[in-house]
Nanobody, 121 residues
Framework: QVQLVESGGGLVQPGGSLSVSCAAS????????MAWYRQAPGKERELVAV???????DYADSVKGRFTISRDNAKNTVRLQMFSLKPEDTAVYYC???????????????WGQGTQVTVSS
């Protein structure tokens, strides 16, 4: 089992910056990739950024150049640094951890409860 807890959300002005963090506990050794998703009211949850065990990253087009995902395996934490924030970035941000399964079984995903990020004047 893996437990994920997000922190760092809050209110920020447009053009400002904010970082959210995710702390993982439990069977940490089983985690492969980790990611940040977000979900705004009335919209589907979308992938924002992903980072592999080795540190390779990818981002949604809407946040490229503005967001940075990083991972500290020793501390079992993942951080999302957000710069030049826009009102459309307002959402609940969720941490995700992927755990591979054997024999062709679907990978298991763990989720945090989310942290609210609001970008407003």
């Amino acid at each position: 089992q893996v437990q994920l807890v997000e922190s760092g959300g809050g209110l920020v002005q447009p053009g400002g910056s904010l970082s959210v963090s995710c702390a993982a506990s439990g069977n940490i050794f089983s985690i492969n990739a980790m990611a940040w998703y977000r979900q705004a009211p009335g919209k589907e949850r979308e992938l924002v950024a992903v980072i592999s065990r080795g540190g390779s990253t990818d981002y949604a087009d809407s946040v490229k150049g503005r967001f940075t995902i990083s991972r500290d395996n020793a501390k079992n934490t993942v951080r999302l640094q957000m710069f030049s924030l826009k009102p459309e970035d307002t959402a609940v941000y969720y941490c995700n951890a992927e755990v591979p399964r054997p024999f062709g079984q679907p990978n298991k995903n763990y989720w945090g409860q989310g942290t609210q990020v609001t970008v407003s004047s």
